[in-house]
């Protein structure tokens, strides 16, 4: 069993950077590839960044493309997510997610076991 706890959220204004953490209670280093969704109020959860357990490849939604990096420190089980050039459009809860996956990282909902509680984010002058 994986359990996952994001950090980070909070009130940001336009323009602003945004940092994102999320440990892992288990060794999600070895053989679990990760990913980051949103969910803004009645719309569906989307996918916005994943990546490989080895962390050489990572893939990024169209709507971050350009504005995100997603990186994983294997030595404290945590990914992290950094969205520059916030937009209003980017508020919404931040979930973490984990699947046990050898290679890649999947880009779905259902590419994934494990998700934790999630982190509000708003972006508002």
């Known amino acids: 069993q994986v359990q996952l706890v994001e950090s980070g959220g909070g009130l940001v204004q336009p323009g602003d950077s945004l940092s994102l953490s999320c440990v892992a209670s288990?060794?999600?280093?070895?053989?679990?590839?990760m990913a980051w969704f949103r969910q803004a109020p009645g719309k569906e959860r989307e996918f916005v960044a994943a990546i490989s357990w080895g962390g050489e490849n990572t893939y990024y939604s169209d709507s971050v493309n350009g504005r995100g990096t997603m990186r994983r420190e294997k030595d404290t089980n945590q990914v992290f997510l950094q969205l520059h050039g916030m937009k209003p459009e980017d508020s919404g809860v931040y979930f973490c997610?984990?699947?046990?996956?050898?290679?890649?990282?999947?880009?779905?909902?259902?590419?994934?076991?494990?998700w934790g509680p999630g982190t509000q984010v708003t972006v508002s002058a």
């Open positions: 288990a060794r999600t280093n070895t053989y679990y590839a």
């Open positions: 997610a984990a699947k046990r996956r050898l290679v890649g990282a999947g880009t779905g909902l259902y590419d994934y076991d494990y």
